[in-house]
């Protein structure tokens, strides 16, 4: 096999994802309601055909969009969602090649994964008939959600294109992404699950991204990587200059053990994998949460720098906390300068409050003009990279002696966003159980202004100096 | 000054506290429109008086209610909330013991929390006022919080009694948690935020809750304690029977500084703390999220083993994830015994699941009978103490193929359910990012069933092992 190289590299060539105009879904099924089918054509932009030899009629779906085989649909087939059953997976990948299909996503699973000697025969025999003339997805895989052409594998996705990009083998994993982004307020590129990656694997896909005009920032969910790959891995990550976040699966043993049924990998000694990341310049994560998390921060403020924080509290108390919880991560909570202390004690005047580092501001929250003259005077000064601010909801159902509530509210979202000013982090905790109905669309505001909104100071604090880990590192 | 014992030990009684049946609030005031008098008669079970010598009436509130001094009202008053100027509260507190009032809680502050001579005067000059004839939360605090009698100092305060209590200097604190235990259920019997504690401080309170038949977990925030306490502290907690967990304030250098300005605390050395904590088998936490969690757990489990975990999920890679983490913490995943996995295997029947523990159902999860059967035997196997289960809210709206989805949740409900069945703790994971609005119902009949959920496996994984370490270790 001598795979088609895009250039020096054993890389494949992708750069025709961005140009997919057509698709088809082979093995649309009645048994599902044509689950796959039905949510493709949902949202994608372009004409999408139904391939079934037996089907003649779908509910809500074209008749005339519905073909026996690939080979009947008479315009162009970019791509094709595969989920006929597998033994006939072989026959419709010669009609794929003839077809002159770009790409497919196989969904049908039991090839290399079900660690049998006929799967893996099976799985050869898949790759020697697309004779590189179709790229594969898969099999075992949920394939390529696009956002920006509407390329959606399940329904209610996200319908905005974003800057981030995600690659994980597991489609599980990359549904608790894609629908969690859309609360988080990220916006993905495209996202890949290449399950077996027996044709197009984590290097070409990272390589694709790497090269990507779409994407600005790299996700990743590894669980191993074929060995052969290494060489092409490191010269590929030598020259690339985006941010990737990784979380590997598979970093203790019996997380090993699960990754090698789960996708026949060999994910080896998470030692090796952590001394990798670190001479590539790779952010090393630790859940799927924090990989979004991760993803959230440098979407709204870059690569920044976090060595020396700033505190503002309504509670003293939960600002104590948070000042531990930070000086626990290795990040430091430094007094203000003098000059700087000296501007913003002049803007304490009620008893209870505190104008030293950490901001203890009690009921003087309440008097918004204050704590916006304070915010911009902390991001200001030199000695400070940024602000952690506590923001219980409750204190946003205003008492009665806030006699303009929108303008209130308005002041506090402005003031939020003075991170964006200053090009330092700003971020918000509003604890995930203390957010009444009534604030949603103040906080859906403060997504929209690019703020990070946390429900739990547990959640981004240790993913803070790994951020800014990244700005020390020269990639080698 | 000869405080009351209640017996050999320094401590003063409190027995009173759940014989309280009638209140005052003194300085009830026009000027943040009576916000302490109106949130206490919102749901306060016996009489309200608003004692302020210039107000005649108050809009929604009983006029003969509503007194010049508290030595006016004709029945008998058993709690007092003064919020009255500082100038003021000497003469409060005089008036508080002619009339026979057992508690008060003084919010005014600029006492010792001002730092000035003049305020630490003040404040033993309070004492000196109130004669052990009133028990006194306060200056600076807000008191006490006891749902079963309605007594609440904001609005929207949860009306349920519960068997949790909680002792904090801040009231901020205090708030954050009384709102988030809504939404994570867990309920209270009764809050104490002490500010200063002149009078009542945290032995004086841990003292009560030990022996309060109403509460049966014990949460603290603590920042500092004064020195001379410290033997009575340790002979209350020689003879402790209920589970305590601790959030100590100021573990960090800058924590410790803030701690000082923010509650005059003498917070100290973290170690000494760190050791105190385990001679004496408190559990210790880093955020309130932490407390809360840990609260929840003990609350649906009591105190549980965690060593050996099994891991459940819909995601291969999800769970491979989850066992890294779980391992991480220094638990196990162990294989299943050679019987178990028997049992286990039988009941799997669809490719690309795993039957190994961790166990990956991908698709089968729609199967409910098969989810419920092998729950059941993974929680009777010996090898195995608790379960943690991964699903993502979109998995519960549900596809067409469920026939009858109320019938496919009920299932799911019960099998969340088992773990009350073979005592041991079964752990939902449902993202916080990956709960549509569909499935409150569901996450509501969750909670009632005594099922604790998370929104992310980093806020309880940790929490495990503290909470089994905490059966291993005797009071000494």
């Known amino acids: 096999m001598t795979p088609q190289n895009n250039n020096y590299l054993n890389v494949k060539d992708l750069s025709f994802v961005n140009d997919i105009k057509s698709m088809a879904v082979i093995g649309a099924s009645a048994k599902r309601d044509f689950f796959f089918l039905r949510n493709h054509y949902d949202t994608f932009k372009g004409p999408v055909y139904a391939i079934n030899p037996t089907v003649k009629e779908i509910s809500n779906f074209p008749k005339e969009n519905i073909f026996p085989s690939i080979k009947n649909v008479p315009g162009d087939v970019d791509f094709a969602f595969i989920t006929v059953p597998r033994n006939k997976v072989l026959s419709v990948i010669d009609d794929c ?21 006929e799967g893996k025969t099976l799985e050869e025999e898949l790759l020697r008939r697309a004779q590189n003339k179709v790229r594969i997805l898969g099999p075992n895989g949920l394939g390529l959600f696009y956002p920006k052409i509407g390329l959606a594998w399940r329904p209610n996705f996200p319908t905005i294109s974003g800057n981030i990009g995600f690659i994980a083998q597991s ?8 629908y969690s982004s859309l609360e988080l307020g990220i916006k993905f590129s495209k996202v890949f699950s290449f399950g077996n990656g027996a044709d197009l694997d984590f290097v070409d896909l990272l390589d694709f991204l790497i090269k990507d005009p779409e994407t600005e920032i790299i996700l990743c969910y590894i669980e191993g990587i074929k060995l ?8 590929i990550l030598k020259e690339n200059k985006k941010p990737i976040v990784v ?8 997380g090993v053990r699960a990754a090698n049924t789960h996708t026949a990998s060999i994910s080896g000694d998470y030692k090796i994998w952590k001394n990798f990341f670190r001479q590539y310049n790779i952010i090393d994560v630790d859940s799927l949460e924090q990989l979004l998390h991760t993803a959230r921060l440098i ?28 000086e626990k991560y290795g990040m430091k909570i430094p007094p203000f300068s003098s000059e700087t202390q000296k501007e913003i004690s002049k803007r304490f005047f009620i008893s209870g409050t505190s104008s030293n580092n950490p901001l203890d501001f009690a009921a003087q929250f309440f008097v918004a003009t204050s704590v916006q003259e304070v915010i911009d005077i902390v991001l200001s000064a030199k000695e400070i990279d940024g602000l952690i601010i506590d923001l219980p909801g409750f204190y946003l159902t205003l008492p009665p ?35 009444p109905k ?6 859906m505001e403060l997504k929209q202004r690019n703020v990070p909104l946390f429900g739990d100071p547990l959640e981004f604090i240790s993913l803070l100096p790994k951020i800014s880990n990244y700005l020390k590192k020269d990639t080698k």
Do not use: W
Not at 228 to 235: D, E, F, H, N
Not at 309 to 320: C, F, Q
Not at 405 to 418: I, R
């Open 299 to 326: 979407d709204c403020y870059g690569i920044f720098k976090a060595n020396n924080l700033a505190v503002l509290s309504i509670s003293g108390g939960y600002g104590i906390v948070l000042v531990d919880i930070i």
């Open 228 to 235: 052969g790959r290494i060489g092409v891995l490191r010269a």
């Open 401 to 435: 002696r806030i006699q303009d509530p929108s303008a209130f509210l308005n002041t506090v979202l402005n003031y939020l966003s003075l991170g964006h000013k200053h090009h330092k982090p700003l971020i918000v905790i509003t604890q995930h159980m203390t957010r």
């Open 97 to 117: 090649v003839e077809k002159g299909v770009k790409l497919v996503s196989i969904f049908t699973a039991e090839f290399s994964d079900a660690g049998t000697e």
């Open 171 to 178: 489609g599980g994993i990359c549904n608790i992404a894609i």
């Open 438 to 443: 009534t604030i949603h669309e103040f906080l």
């Open 247 to 254: 979380l590997k699966g598979g970093k203790s043993e019996p």
